[in-house]
């Protein structure tokens, strides 16, 4: 398998291609052929070496992708070989509120994620993708589309009338403007301030 790494934190030239061996998937885990993966604002934050939580040295980065299932393990029951799917941003977060421990585990941070010929998930950390979306348009959702999910969805829910603005034209706007429209509010799109530069 042709995977990249992350050996040394900070800029784009710590990141090496290395060859290994296939991962095997352990009991209840899936290997996932990964056939497309996304970039995320949060990965430029873990390979300069920060982000919300831990990273180690050596992984392989990228939180989001989409493939179909090469091999399952013994007790996996969720998903079969060749079924379509896509991984989990933060594959301990099952539901309701988010809580600090499921953000201790995190794919292309501390888990190796997705920018390699394959991933191994969890069963339970992994989604089915429809077939009416491509690998690509799959590889967009888990963390873009999930957080604009949440934030009109989440504490307060968006409902039909309310004002929703977006800044910006990344994944995450794009995907809010998407689901407010769906929820009927109305939207107003602004991109960012431009920063000026101040001659005293």
């Known amino acids: 398998m042709k995977a990249y790494h992350i050996d040394r934190f900070g800029s784009i030239g710590g990141i090496v291609r290395r060859?290994?061996?296939?991962?095997?998937?352990?009991?209840?885990?899936?290997?996932?052929?990964?056939?497309?993966?996304?970039?995320?604002?949060?990965?430029?934050?873990v390979l300069k070496g920060?982000?919300?939580?831990?990273?180690?040295?050596?992984?392989?980065?990228?939180?989001?992708?989409a493939g179909e299932v090469a091999a399952i393990g013994d007790e996996v029951t969720r998903v079969k070989v060749g079924d379509r799917i896509a991984g989990c941003f933060h594959p301990r977060w099952f539901g309701g509120p988010i809580k600090p421990d499921y953000l201790t585990d995190r794919l292309?941070?501390?888990?190796?994620?997705m920018l390699a010929e394959y991933a191994v998930l969890s069963e339970e950390?992994?989604?089915?993708?429809?077939?009416h979306l491509s690998f690509e348009e799959a590889a967009t959702?888990?963390?873009?589309?999930?957080?604009?999910?949440?934030?009109?969805?989440?504490?307060?829910?968006v409902t039909a009338g309310d004002t929703v603005l977006t800044?910006?034209?990344?994944?995450v706007s794009v995907f809010a403007l998407q689901f407010a429209k769906l929820l009927g509010a109305r939207v107003i799109a602004r991109r960012p301030l431009q920063p000026r530069k101040l001659y005293g």
């Open 19 to 45: 060859s290994s061996e296939n991962p095997r998937p352990g009991p209840k885990d899936v290997l996932m052929r990964v056939r497309a993966s996304s970039l995320n604002y949060r990965d430029l934050m």
């Open 50 to 65: 920060g982000g919300r939580g831990p990273t180690k040295p050596g992984v392989i980065p990228l939180s989001d992708g």
């Open 108 to 113: 292309g941070a501390n888990l190796d994620g």
């Open 125 to 131: 950390a992994l989604v089915n993708v429809p077939s």
């Open 141 to 157: 959702l888990p963390c873009a589309a999930v957080t604009a999910w949440v934030a009109l969805t989440g504490h307060r829910s």
């Open 167 to 171: 800044l910006g034209s990344g994944g």
